[in-house]
Every structure is written in structure tokens, then in C-alpha cells.
């Protein structure tokens, strides 16, 4: 079966083809991706400093044509051939959302295709459950070889860690998600990203802050691991913030620092982050025997976080899984992959944008 996902929910334009295996040899469903495409106005977001929604959705008008065609061009697939679409249609910006949504609708009707609609958090999780041949679900060579190995085994504790959102999910099987807990104030990747422009990295910082944290010492500055002891499966990293902006005004009224203090205070930033994602996470997956973690989403991207967590998981005896670094950002074949496996066509006429959509 192969499946066209559509992903434009925020500053990312998808498309990708993917080819879901109803009946492989070992049982179980499997996917895999046939092209994936993916255009970026991030560099337009940068010059600002965050995503305009209007600037990202003329983006988004620009760009989904061609990379509709050059996803069905790269996966060697005809419309014939296509036996079905997928769709984002929320969380996230209305203006983003709406091109993809629409988009994908007409093609439904004019293509006769069935249309699945695809929540993007659904989707991020989805991105562990299809293969690539470009696939490297970490630079730990043990934890690759251990991925790629193991099936995912149900239940499983989900982690979505985005610009956006910080949730902890319970997954009992397809199509039974269970919302465990998030973040009760910023994200974690709009904390890298918040004080990223404290300390004038530029937007997205996230990747950014990872790399000047390679020269840091994460032991320079204690900072605090916001709720890392309440007994719930809640996040906040708004007060990790406003920590950084008064060290950082604390060491110089006019934020001058020398390099060495901005890498110490990114090692440190890290770490602070790193360790409550891990440890709630962790406390989920006791609390609910699970047998896999299944990491996404950008923040996902990170060594650090990715290396610790699975470290940590293959310690409780419990699978760790985290897709390739080019499918923890936003990406069509996760959107894909989430319809193959929870197929649930819509007429195309029922289904709209809700970029308030969050997990029912
Ligand atoms: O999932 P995503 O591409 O978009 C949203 O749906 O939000 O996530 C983007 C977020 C940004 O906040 C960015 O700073 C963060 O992921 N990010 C990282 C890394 N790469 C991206 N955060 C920490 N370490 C990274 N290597
Ligand atoms: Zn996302």
C-alpha cells in the first residue's frame, strides 16, 4: 500500500511517499519510505528571530506543489499507483495548516483517493515505526545496532519533545494513545530556543546550544530541574529560563561574556533539561512496565538526550527506540506512517484544520 503524506503544520513544507507491507513474512505491519521531502522557510524565521504565521504560510502556498511532485517523482510513484493520502491537519498554525489541508483534499476528490487525517503529535511518534535506508537512530553504535534489531513492543511510553510541545504518552497499541502529561508552561525546545536569545544564538537555537555545549563543563552553573520530583508526569521550563537570564545578567550587566562562559552556561542549560526529560520519562515507564520508549520530535535530535535516555531505558531492560535525526523535525513521512498504521479514511468533505487539535 502506498500512502502520500502531506505535513505543512508549521514552517515545514512535506510531502513524502511512503510503502506500508500489510502482510510481511514475520507478521506485523512494517513501512517503509520510498522519498521524503521536505522545504524549510527557516531561514526567513532566523532573520526574525521566530516564525511570522503569515510569513510561514505564503511559504508554505510557494512551496507545496513542487514538493508534492518531486516526493511522487523521487518514490517513483503515479497517481495510479498511490493508494492513498495523508494529511496534518493539527496542531498548529492555522495559516500553515490550511495549504496542506486544503491541498490535500482537492487531490482526494480530483485523484479519487481516500483522505486520512493525521494529528502532527501522532505523527512524531510515527516517525519510529517506518524505516529508511538513510536510518541512524543514534551516533552510539550499541544503541543502533539494538534499534534497528528489536520490534517495538506495546505498552510503550511515548516522548514528544518539539518547538512547540512536551508530552509523555502511554501507548497501548495502535490507535490507543493515552496522554500521561506535558509541559505546563513552555516547551523544551522553546526553552533551548528562549534562551538561545538570551545569549544571542540565533533562532532555532536548540542545535546550536548542543554544539557550544561540547567545549562547556555542565557542572559550571546549577541550575534548577523545574518539577523534576513532583509525582506526576508534568513539565516546566519557564522558570529554567528566567534562572539563565539572571546568571547571565548577574555575570555581565551588558551580556559580554567571554566564549568559555557561553559554552559553560549551554553544557549547563543542557543538562538541566536533559535530566528532567529523563527522569519523568523513566518514571513513566516503571510506573507502567512498559517494554519501549519511543522517542521524536526536534528536540529528539539531540545526542546528549538520545545517548542518556537510551543508555538509561537498555539499564530498566526496556527498548529504546529514536528515529533518524532527519525524521525527528518535522517531516511528511511520519504523517504517512501514522495513517498506514492506524488506517481510518474520512470523507474528504468532513475533515478541516485544527490547530488546536491535541491528543483526545
Ligand atoms: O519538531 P520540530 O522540528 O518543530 C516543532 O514541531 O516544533 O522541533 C523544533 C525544535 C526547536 O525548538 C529546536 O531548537 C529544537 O527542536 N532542536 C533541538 C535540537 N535540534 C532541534 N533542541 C536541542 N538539541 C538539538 N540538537
Ligand atoms: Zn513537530
New binding site residues.
Given amino acids: 500500500m502506498k500512502i502520500l503524506g502531506i505535513e505543512t503544520?508549521?514552517d515545514e513544507t512535506g510531502a513524502s511517499v511512503i510503502e506500508g507491507d500489510l502482510n510481511p513474512p514475520a507478521g506485523g505491519k512494517t513501512a517503509k519510505i520510498l522519498s521524503n521531502v521536505v522545504a524549510s522557510s527557516l531561514a526567513l524565521h532566523s532573520k526574525t528571530g521566530g516564525i511570522i504565521p503569515e510569513v510561514a504560510a505564503r511559504e508554505q502556498v510557494k512551496y507545496i506543489i513542487p514538493v508534492i511532485k518531486q516526493a511522487m517523482e523521487d518514490g517513483k510513484c503515479k497517481m495510479e499507483n498511490l493508494d492513498a493520502i495523508a494529511v496534518t491537519i493539527g496542531p498548529g498554525l492555522i495559516g500553515s495548516l490550511l495549504v496542506g489541508v486544503e491541498t490535500a483534499k482537492t487531490l482526494s476528490f480530483v485523484w479519487q483517493k481516500p483522505i486520512i487525517p493525521v494529528n502532527h503529535l501522532i505523527g512524531?511518534i510515527y516517525a519510529n515505526f517506518v524505516t529508511s535506508n538513510k536510518q541512524q537512530p543514534t551516533t552510539n553504535k550499541k544503541l543502533e545496532v539494538s534499534s534497528q534489531k528489536l520490534a517495538i513492543g506495546f505498552p510503550a511510553i511515548a516522548l514528544i519533545v518539539?518547538?512547540?510541545?512536551t508530552d509523555l504518552v502511554l501507548m497501548e497499541k495502535h490507535g490507543s494513545i493515552r496522554w500521561l502529561g506535558g509541559t505546563r508552561d513552555d516547551a523544551a525546545?522553546?526553552a533551548?530556543?528562549k534562551i538561545g536569545r538570551l545569549l544571542n544564538i540565533p533562532y532555532?537555537?536548540?542545535?546550536q546550544?548542543?554544539k557550544l555545549a561540547e567545549n562547556g563543563d555542565p557542572k559550571s552553573f546549577n541550575f534548577p530541574r523545574p518539577m523534576i520530583n513532583s509525582n506526576d508526569f508534568d513539565f516546566s521550563f519557564s522558570g529554567l529560563k528566567t534562572a539563565v537570564f539572571r546568571e547571565v545578567k548577574s555575570i555581565s550587566p551588558t551580556m559580554n561574556y567571554e566564549p568559555f562562559t557561553i559554552n559553560n552556561l549551554c553544557a549547563s542549560v543542557q543538562e538541566a533539561i536533559v535530566d528532567v526529560l529523563i527522569k519523568k520519562t523513566l518514571n513513566a515507564a516503571q510506573k507502567y512496565r512498559v517494554k519501549s520508549i519511543l522517542f521524536s520530535?526536534?528536540?529528539a535530535?539531540?545526542e546528549l538526550l538520545r545517548n542518556s535516555l537510551g543508555v538509561r531505558s537498555q539499564k530498566l531492560a526496556v527498548k529504546f527506540f529514536a528515529p533518524a535525526k532527519n525524521l525527528?523535525?518535522?517531516n511528511a513521512a511520519m504523517i504517512a506512517s501514522a495513517a498506514f498504521f492506524n488506517y481510518n479514511p474520512v470523507p474528504w468533505q468532513k475533515i478541516t484544520a485544527n490547530p488546536e487539535l491535541y491528543f483526545q
Wanted: hydrophobic share 20%; net charge negative; aromatic share 4%.
Fill in positions: 503544520s508549521c512524531h518539539s518547538g512547540g510541545h525546545g522553546e533551548f530556543d532555532p537555537a536548540g542545535q546550544i548542543e520530535g526536534g528536540v535530535a539531540n525527528c523535525t518535522d
